[in-house]
């Protein structure tokens, strides 16, 4: 039985030993060029991509870390992207550490000379740089090389997710530590969307990496005038679905942070922009962000979920001051000098139609004080909502000179000159309160109460409002018009009996109305008048007549209409006048001799 037994282990160590034999030959035989061929395709079929080798291959397999070292070697594309090329080397060398008790399988060194680096990603997030198909998950830890080099690689980057183009040259070296392991740095140059960067990341030893614990760098970045720096870690090493960083960028104009993330955003004057960025997966948070510029600020958190075709972000966004002078090209200096350009009252900062059309999102808006030019907004909030293209806000509000003001807006941001529209109404705004520049009193007393209903299109307020259409009316229950008014319009009021002297008496308004057709960006006063009894019923209808007002001196507008009486019970009130007014440098003008003005008491709000 023993005998048995003994004679069992003999062939079996005799197998094992022919076994060892014959890898041994077959190593020796592959390290003497023998089986190349099936060698590569091996090799292929492992990383899933295709492997070329036109120059010399060297392997020495028998030893604690084997290596290889390969020259001319072309790596094709993986099967999730289409086909093409990844990398071309001239010279490939790496060595294995090959796995024990308590330590997988590693890479000792890796280097490559003379590589050029062709990377790209498409807008679904599969990339030719992943190891493995991002679509199947797979939490397998990624090998850890511990030497690395690769001196002035040509890199040639799409990347369609973040909107990054670069063409330039990468280093990545160990520099030489006055004691321990070698850190790790990566430099890059060239052109990173149409524009030169420079940048650089400091990281821990690889010597020292380990899956248990975090893997830690820094990072620098320039470019057309800003510059992003920050730190932080990755969760595992080389595995970038998992990070955790600080980010500070300061600059000239927030717009041309594109130039270094490919994230478009406005035109601001300088800036400084802060937060910290989580990524797990398929998910990223960006918390405790604070923006600044000029005197306006912003505060808040963004979230992006980018499992789905379309990317979900939540946005929510806070401030204390918001001026529109400190957005736009005229607020970045970048604004062409003209005498239009300079009296344009709407901000022209553009939304960047692309990334609305890519993203749905839904966002919430609070603001302290808001200036859009010198109309200040208090307590403003809103809700934002993006489904596939289509931005709408409801409600907007906040409060105007002690009034409230309420807004619903819709823009069709599916094509490249977005179809808007705006529903605004303003109960009880103090007149009082209003105090236009050059003035030395309120032109106006009274509450006021408007609405506009507007359609236009364009990608800015400004653009909305040169090419606005829809009606805009208004009413004062009871009020004053001041002399100040006569100074401020920089009109002859002699012909409506409304020059007073520059501290004359007021006009008491019981009830005064007003409605303008807005089309192409031009307002045309469609009713203007006033009463000394309260709001009610009654009509009266003039024809245009000879005896208009005359423009100021002031500004080169026209200001032309008819003849209106209020209504009294008296009918002894002085007349007003309907005009047509434009906006900008263009005139919009209602011909004499046209038509019949008419005028409703009780014009609706």
Known sequence: MWCNKFKGLIWAAAALGALLVLAAGLAAAIEAGYFRGPLIRFVASQVGRTVQVDGDLRLHLLARHPWVTAERVTIGNPAWVPTGTTAIIGRLSFSIELPWIHRPLGIETLDMEDATLTLARDDAGLANWQWTDPRVPDDALLPLVRRLSVPSARVLLQDDTRHLQFDGTVTVREPSPKEGPPPLRIEGTGQLNGRLVHFGIDSEPLATADHAKPYRFKFEEQSSGSQLTGGGALLRPFDFRLIDAEFTATGQDLEDLYFLTGVKLINTGRYRLAGKVTRRGTKTRFTDLAASSGQSDAHGSVSIDSSSDRPQLDIDLNSQLLRFADLGLRAAGREPESSIAASRLMSDAALALRTWRRDDAVASFRARRVEVGSLPVQDVAAALAVDHGVLTVKPLTG????????????????????????????????????????????????????????????????????????????????????????????????????????????????????????????????TLGYRRSSCGGGRARCPFNAARVRPGLRQSRTIQGCRLWSIDDGGQDPPLAAAAISVGARETILPPGRGICAWSAATPI
Request: hydrophobic share 45%; proline share 5%; glycine share 8%.
């Open 399 to 526: 409060h105007v000179f002690e009034g409230a003001l309420t807004a619903n807006v819709r823009a069709d941001l599916t094509t490249d000159d977005p179809a808007d529209s705006l529903d605004l109404k303003i109960t009880d705004l103090n007149l009082d309160r209003y105090l236009p520049r050059g003035a030395e009193e309120p032109p106006l007393q009274g509450l006021l109460q408007a609405r506009a209903l507007v359609k236009g299109h364009g990608r800015s307020l400004h653009e909305f409002a040169s090419s606005a259409d829809g009606t805009l009316s208004a009413a004062i229950p009871h009020g004053a018009i001041r002399a100040a008014l006569a100074d401020l319009a920089g009109l002859d009021l002699r012909a409506i009996d409304l020059l007073f002297s520059k501290h004359g008496p007021d006009t008491p308004v019981r009830c005064g109305v007003a409605s303008f057709q807005a089309h192409d960006g031009m307002l045309a006063v469609q």
